[in-house]
């Protein structure tokens, strides 16, 4: 299909490793979003990116959060030193004008 | 600043019986309001929208009505099934130019048969 995907779609890893969460949004959209979603909680905005301006970092929680895109194409969040407070469903979402269309997300557990 | 408030959750009906789940907005500037649902296992999907006051967005029987008097973007149906639990999410366009979409927490939805 020709929507947003995610991969791993699951993550376990160790409190105090690096993680990285990779999003290839629909092709043609412009602009490239990620949020987290706590369970129970709504989504919390983290970091946007709209062409090739600079990206919106304004809701990144902390300098272990780092978000790169490559032009109009795959972006990759990288969490460094996790800690089990960064538990949870990390979701990236594509838009061109308007609606933003999301990916299924990735399960990240920090043990 | 923007934010979006919807009515806490979990709500559970009969199946057939009606729904509403309230949402309401901060009236900076001129929003977009959306409504996400996300079904049991599955991501986020638009629902409906509108893009100006008195707009009515609607699909697979949900209606929501822009209303800028009461800064409200409720969310009804008149007869729910099965198929409609799941959460679902009230959203509104930031105020500023990035298009950052604020979101309210959602609300859970149950109906039982």
């Known amino acids: 299909g020709a929507g947003v995907s995610q991969s791993p779609s699951n993550k376990v890893t160790e409190k105090g490793k690096d993680v990285e969460l990779r999003c290839d949004p629909i092709s043609g959209h412009t602009a490239l979003y990620w949020y987290r979603q706590r369970l129970g909680q709504g989504l919390e905005f983290l970091i946007y990116f709209q062409g090739n301006s600079a990206p919106d970092k304004s809701g990144l929680p902390s300098d272990r959060f780092s978000a790169e895109r490559t032009g109009e194409s795959v972006s990759t969040l990288t969490i460094q030193r996790t800690q089990q407070e960064d538990s949870a469903v990390y979701l990236c979402?594509?838009?061109?004008?308007?609606?933003?269309?999301f990916g299924p997300g990735t399960r990240l557990t920090v043990l | 600043g923007d934010s979006v408030t919807q009515m806490e959750g979990p709500v559970t009906l009969s199946e057939e019986a009606f729904l509403t789940i309230n949402c309401t907005y901060t009236a900076t500037g001129y929003p977009s309001l959306f409504w996400y649902v996300q079904y049991p296992g599955e991501g986020l999907q638009l629902l409906l929208k509108a893009t100006k006051a008195d707009d009515k967005g609607s699909n697979k029987g949900f209606e929501a009505t822009y209303r800028k008097e009461t800064t409200s973007f409720h969310l009804e149906k008149g007869s729910v099934q099965v198929s409609d639990s799941a959460v679902y999410f009230c959203a509104r366009t930031n105020a500023g130019n990035n298009r950052k979409l604020i979101w309210g927490l959602g609300t859970s939805l149950a109906v039982n048969p």
């Open positions: 979402a594509s838009s061109l004008v308007g609606e933003q269309f």
